[in-house]
């Protein structure tokens, strides 16, 4: 057996279904080798988004996904979307082809370790071919246990080599699967936090979702009055299954929960690392006690503390610990007909939307998008000013997906759309700006070229909103931001979708339903008008109480 051969058949063993990525002289033994094992391979029109997509795959799945390059240049273009991943916290494998072992002349030769150290990636070589197993296994074991992307560095010369294969052991058998339990020490010291606490919050996170401690936190809700919050990562999470969900904790919440929220004497963070972005650099939770729960060994939150009562354990177990040792007794707290009133009342407040010949209020769009897209289809929110009308304005229970914050680089949704779709079996949209949508154009045309499910809603103001609503701001020259584009719809039937540009409320119903009747590649050109800031905006940039 041939090196390349060994490491495909451990990646097989490492339960690797799905790759995405492109070919080259230096990775294409091993892609042969996986097509000839049943893998589905995914060739992308650019490495950086096969990275993106693999991204979205592990998010969606659970499980770490695999993204190929070849050598030199090929890795090079990953740089962008492996620093999204690596701030994403996502388990991901980089199978990455390299030049001749030693070979420094080569035109294509790079420093992949040293450039894997420089995109915060962690790095596996395959020095030798009788470590060809042992490089697998080691790269899963650490993108699995330390929830990051791994370069897997393979020469040329070095996977063509013969190899003896052994018995191979999947690094997930390495890892213990039992939930960690927490001290009962830490249990009490928090039941007694607490009982002592009268306006309690709640804040679901990612790790929370992941653990599926939702049965528990809303039992946790019950006992304690308190309101529940998640973060952006969670957003829209157990929305419907309590009355007094406030939505985002952050700047993306609205004004009541932001009121709100202030009022709290304790916090409950449960699989939520409580950074800035969470606690709005402490504006939130003042006068705020900490009970945090995460699996991690400590956390140090976005305001430079560690939580006044910190439980290193499994949501599910830690929370349902808590809730034995609260026992029977409920507290009023926050959930009263008042509290109530203030949240609804903010859901219902009628909207003056601005009316510009040929273009839509992107707030009103989103409205429609909210109510057309039925409830099975999962969300993915890009980044930039546009996104943030549909992370404040999105209420309806569905799987949501946030990439926001994630290195701040516009243009990675659509790609994690395409991975999660991938992932899941399931039809997804995204909704996304125009320059970010552009800035990866070629790919709608793998989604076609798949037949993927995908929907991508460009919230198209012809610009680079958050440059032009800042340059505003700042006094300077918006118009250097506005940077007209064609109709995007009839891009996407170019490339073999299907499409549509709208410019009101009823062509975006119409454009939805003909997407929800044959779920295909398909794009919405929403034409919005650029009159409208956002509330982040105005609180960010101007100052407002809003």
């Known amino acids: 057996m041939k090196a390349y051969e060994a490491l495909a058949e451990a990646f097989v063993k490492e339960g690797t279904t799905d790759v995405f990525g492109m070919m080259g002289d230096a990775n294409m033994h091993w892609m042969d080798a996986l097509?000839?094992?049943?893998?589905?391979?995914?060739?992308?029109?650019?490495?950086?988004?096969?990275l993106g997509m693999a991204d979205g795959w592990a998010r969606a799945s659970g499980r770490p996904g695999v993204v190929t390059t070849t050598s030199g240049p090929g890795v090079s273009q990953l740089a962008t979307s492996m620093l999204c991943a690596s701030r994403a916290g996502t388990p991901l494998v980089a199978f990455c082809g390299e030049t001749a072992w030693g070979d420094e002349g080569a035109v294509q030769y790079l420093d992949q370790r040293r450039f894997a150290a420089a995109i915060e990636c962690g790095f596996v070589h395959l020095s030798t071919a009788d470590q060809a197993e042992e490089a697998v296994q080691r790269a899963f074991y650490l993108a699995r246990t330390e929830n990051r992307p791994v370069m897997l560095s393979a020469p040329m010369d070095v996977q063509v080599r013969e190899y003896e294969p052994g018995d191979y052991?999947?690094?997930?058998?390495?890892?213990?699967?039992?939930?960690?339990?927490?001290?009962?020490?830490?249990?009490?010291?928090?039941?007694?936090?607490?009982?002592?606490s009268k306006r309690v919050v709640i804040i679901a996170g990612r790790g929370a979702r992941r653990a599926g401690a939702g049965e528990e936190i809303l039992a946790l809700q019950a006992r304690t009055g308190a309101l529940l919050a998640t973060t952006l990562q969670a957003k829209n999470w157990l929305c419907d299954r309590t009355e007094f969900h406030v939505g985002l904790s952050g700047l993306f919440g609205s004004r009541p929960a932001q009121e709100l929220l202030q009022e709290a004497d304790c916090v409950i963070a449960v699989g939520a690392s409580l950074n800035h972005y969470t606690t709005e650099h402490g504006y939130l939770y003042p006068e705020a006690r900490y009970v945090q729960i995460d699996s991690a060994p400590n956390v140090v939150m976005g305001n430079g503390r560690v939580a006044d009562c910190y439980i290193q354990a499994d949501a599910v177990t830690a929370v349902t610990e808590l809730n034995r040792v609260l026992g029977a007794t409920r507290v009023e707290g926050f959930h009263t007909a008042e509290t109530r009133s203030r949240l609804t009342d903010w859901l219902t407040a009628p909207i003056d939307y601005v009316c510009e010949p040929g273009r839509i209020d992107p707030r009103e769009a989103i409205k429609v998008l909210d109510a057309a897209m039925p409830g099975e289809f999962d969300l993915v929110l890009g980044s930039g000013?546009?996104?943030?009308?549909?992370?404040?304005?999105?209420?309806?229970?569905?799987?949501?997906?946030?990439?926001?914050?994630?290195?701040?680089?516009?243009?990675?949704?659509?790609?994690?759309?395409?991975?999660?779709?991938?992932?899941?079996?399931?039809?997804?949209?995204?909704?996304?700006?125009?320059?970010?949508?552009?800035?990866?154009?070629s790919e709608f045309e793998t989604a076609c070229r798949y037949d993927l499910p995908l929907l991508v809603v460009v919230m198209n103001d012809e610009g680079l909103g958050a440059e032009y609503h800042k340059l505003g701001a700042k006094g300077l020259t918006k118009d250097l931001a506005v940077i007209p584009n064609p109709e995007l719809g009839r891009v996407a039937e170019a490339l073999g979708g299907g499409g549509a540009t709208v410019r009101n409320a009823a062509e975006l119903e119409a454009a939805v339903a003909a997407y929800v009747a044959n779920p295909r590649p398909f794009v919405i050109d929403v034409r919005i008008t650029r009159d409208v800031l956002s509330v982040p905006y105005r609180r960010l940039w101007y100052g407002e109480d809003v």
């Open 169 to 196: 052991i999947p690094s997930h058998a390495l890892i213990p699967q039992s939930r960690p339990l927490p001290d009962p020490a830490r249990v009490e010291a928090a039941r007694a936090l607490i009982e002592s």
């Open 35 to 50: 097509a000839h094992r049943g893998v589905r391979l995914y060739e992308v029109r650019h490495e950086g988004s096969g």
């Open 385 to 441: 000013h546009q996104t943030d009308f549909g992370t404040m304005l999105f209420q309806r229970s569905r799987q949501v997906t946030s990439n926001y914050g994630m290195f701040g680089a516009i243009g990675q949704a659509p790609l994690l759309t395409i991975g999660q779709i991938v992932a899941t079996g399931r039809a997804a949209f995204v909704v996304e700006g125009d320059a970010s949508f552009l800035m990866h154009l």
